[in-house]
């Protein structure tokens, strides 16, 4: 076993005995939500998850350990922390050496789930191709991870404040199947639409449980996409979020923000234009995510 990692015994016991298990991100937690309703959110989605017969382990690093399930304290200090940086990749081997505490995005929780034996993990929105990147070069490392780490990601798609058809075509030049449950298109967090079709469609979690087994039974490495469209009761119709979202893409630009900055700006800013409507969709589509994620992990280890 990894030495710096931290597995929570309940985690640990699950992941011996191979029952389901599924990892949650914390940047979503540190960075993509106001406080208490990250706390709150946080909580809710690890408690559906366990309605939905799995064990959540929600990934940080905190004391530079690698820690693959946080007790109630370690959550609440993820969500309250004024010091949890925004760990990708890069920030990993930074953080354990100094002792630090970070928030990990998709990418660092796919790998950390990987180095644990985690193959289902739960999340809002990926990063992706922000627009404009053919001259900021700003394409989010969590499309790198997706050909790396043998990780399903369960998500609502991605945010129109990036590049979705570039994203899609990123992700099918690194060989990542992208499958879209329910729908033929695949979807944009708050939208169910994106206008883009989804490469791939499946009926329900077990079509998905099918497909992850036969990828990396061939031992084709690297994750998967699913997507997860948002409610029809909860979602806000791209015409409508389209114009907070050129609103805060402009603000972002003449602010000048950039690297990984850029994102967390984003979500903030949708939400202050939004008057908070973005973020009540934000969390019913990741309690919607934490259903599916659920049921996928119960299907991969049955
Ligand atoms: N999209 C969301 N909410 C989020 C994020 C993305 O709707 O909280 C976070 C995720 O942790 C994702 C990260 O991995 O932002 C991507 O950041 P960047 O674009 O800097 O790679
Ligand atoms: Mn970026």
């Known amino acids: 076993m ?43 989605v690890e ?11 929600t990934i940080a690093i905190l004391d530079g350990r690698l820690k693959v399930g946080l007790s109630p304290d370690e959550l609440q200090r993820v969500a309250q922390s004024p010091d949890m940086v925004k760990a990708s990749i890069r920030d990993l081997a930074v953080l354990v050496a100094s002792g630090g505490n970070g928030a990990t995005t998709v990418a660092s929780t796919m790998r950390i789930a990987a180095m644990a034996g985690i193959h289902v993990f739960v999340t809002g929105g990926i990063g992706g191709v922000h627009r404009g990147a053919a001259k900021s070069f700003d394409i989010s490392a969590d499309l790198e991870e997706m050909a790396e780490s043998n990780v399903a990601v369960v998500c609502a798609g991605a945010k129109s404040i990036l590049d979705i ?7 099918e030049t690194a060989g990542v199947p992208v499958i879209t449950v329910g729908s033929e298109t695949f979807p944009a967090f708050y939208s169910r639409e994106s206008g883009h079709k989804s490469p791939f469609t499946v009926a329900n979690a077990a079509e998905v449980a099918a497909i992850a087994r036969a990828k990396w039974e061939m031992g084709l ?49 949708v939400a202050t234009l939004t008057e908070g409507r973005s973020l009540t969709a934000n969390i019913a589509l990741v309690r919607n995510n934490a259903r599916l994620g ?8 049955g």
Do not use: C, W
């Not at 005995?17 to 991100?25: I, K, N």
């Not at 939500?33 to 709150?40: A, G, R, S, T």
């Not at 909860?234 to 003449?254: H, M, N, S, V, Y």
């Open 165 to 171: 058809g570039l994203t899609l075509e990123y992700l």
């Open 294 to 301: 659920a049921a996928i992990a119960v299907a991969l280890a």
């Open 2 to 44: 990894n030495q710096y990692l931290d597995i929570a015994p309940e985690v640990a016991a699950a992941l011996q005995a191979r029952q389901p298990v599924v990892a949650l991100e914390s940047t979503i937690v540190a960075h993509g939500m106001p406080y208490p309703q990250n706390l709150e959110t946080a909580q809710i």
């Open 221 to 269: 490495k690297g994750g998967m996409v699913i997507a997860n469209p948002i409610a029809v009761e909860d979602e806000i119709p791209a015409e409508e979020i389209d114009r907070q979202i050129q609103g805060a893409l402009i603000e972002a630009d003449t602010l000048g923000y950039r690297g990984k900055t850029v994102t967390p700006f984003l979500l903030k800013h």
């Open 47 to 57: 408690s559906i998850i366990r309605e939905g017969g799995a064990v959540p382990a």
